[in-house]
């Protein structure tokens, strides 16, 4: 069923989470024992991350360095097959311009189309290790309201291939990424909203936010959204802190913020155990605002560790 179909008919707030595929080599288990104790809150999706190439270089005996491509985690097809098999909820795959061509992508949304996996979203991705900025695959997308342009194409049939004319048109309900703290490229909140209501304006069906842990900053980003016409709904994400190194390792990676009461909690803290704590508490306060606000459905990022997301869930749901 389609996000948008969900968020139709509940009658209260709804609760999903995103999980990263597990590592190569490691079984569907691992993952599936991530998601069991989840399972039990009912969420309306699981979000699956796609994780991009990375390059290494091996030294050969002669001195000679190799540049090699390695994948560390699997693509996303076979992992939301897999949960929607056997959870019974829909899975949302991630879907990310960078490593892919528009050919890869086609291929990849006709193998999400056969397997009745209805929503996907649609993201950039960022730019490898060793790339300062993005660089796009040669036939790839440079944004993802490109890559969203290919699958609104999709939805109403038409494919790379101008001579298929009676191709089958999918029906994906698309998701796009906004940033209640702007994108870390973006030279303003502005203009990085500019570019969201581009995306809304050509066809994403919802919003998700990063994660954000003041949300005053949500509720001003709604506000501004919903000032400039875009009136999809927008989840919030969330992500419980769980450990002292979160409070430098979260703003690099994510480019947000974290509030002096929550860094002065958990500086406070004498191990991880209480952090988590304090993580937790952060996490049902925020939630309860949230709701209170009128949010359709609570986004947690487990990264596949489900204890902290499950304590607050048990908390709400
Ligand atoms: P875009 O919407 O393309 O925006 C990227 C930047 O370009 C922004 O600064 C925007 O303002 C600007 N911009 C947009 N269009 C234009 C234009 N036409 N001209 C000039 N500037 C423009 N990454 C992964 O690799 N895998 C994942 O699974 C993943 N999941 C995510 C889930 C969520 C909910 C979020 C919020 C992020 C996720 N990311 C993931 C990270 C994301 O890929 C990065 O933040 C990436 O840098 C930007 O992606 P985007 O889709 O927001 O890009």
Redesign the pocket.
């Known amino acids: 069923m389609k996000i948008t179909e969900h968020i139709a008919k509940a009658k209260k707030t709804l609760f999903s989470f995103?999980i990263l595929p597990p590592l190569k080599g490691e079984s569907i288990q691992t993952l599936f024992k991530a998601i069991e104790p989840l399972m039990e809150f009912k969420p309306a999706f699981i979000?699956?991350?796609?994780?991009?190439e990375e390059y290494v270089y091996k030294q050969h005996p002669n001195g000679l360095l190799e540049k090699r491509t390695i994948r560390k985690r699997p693509g996303?097809v076979g992992i939301c097959a897999a949960i929607m098999n056997h959870f019974k909820v829909d899975a949302v795959p991630?879907l990310?311009?960078?490593g892919f061509d528009k050919e890869e992508t086609e291929n990849a949304l006709i193998d999400l189309n056969y397997l009745g996996i209805d929503n996907v979203?649609?993201?950039?991705?960022?730019?490898i290790k060793s790339e300062t900025s993005?660089i796009p695959e040669p036939n790839g997308h440079?944004?993802?309201?490109?890559?969203l342009e290919q699958v609104v194409n999709m939805n109403k049939g038409i494919f790379l291939d101008t001579e298929m004319t009676k191709a089958q048109p999918t029906n994906f309900c698309i998701?796009?990424?906004?940033?209640p703290e702007?994108?870390?490229?973006?030279p303003n909140l502005q203009?990085?909203l500019?570019?969201?209501k581009?995306?809304v304006d050509m066809g994403a069906d919802y919003i998700?936010?990063?994660?954000f842990f003041d949300n005053k900053k949500f509720f001003e980003f709604v506000r501004l959204c919903r000032e400039m016409g875009i009136d999809v709904p927008i989840i919030p994400?969330l992500k419980p802190i769980t450990t002292k190194k979160q409070l430098t390792t979260l703003p690099s990676i994510?480019?947000i913020d974290l509030p002096q009461e929550l860094v002065e909690a958990v500086e406070a803290c004498k191990d991880n155990a209480q952090v988590k704590q304090v993580g937790i508490e952060w996490g049902i306060q925020q939630s309860k605002e949230l709701i209170e606000f009128g949010v359709p459905c609570l986004?947690y990022?487990s990264m596949s560790k489900s204890d902290a997301v499950q304590s607050i869930a048990a908390a709400l749901f």
């Open positions: 995103e979000d699956v991350t796609y994780h991009r996303t991630h990310i311009c960078g979203l649609v993201l950039r991705g960022d730019s993005f440079a944004y993802a309201s490109e890559l998701g796009v990424a906004g940033y702007k994108h870390f490229e973006a203009t990085d500019k570019y969201l581009k995306k998700v936010t990063q994660m994400g994510f480019h986004h990022y």
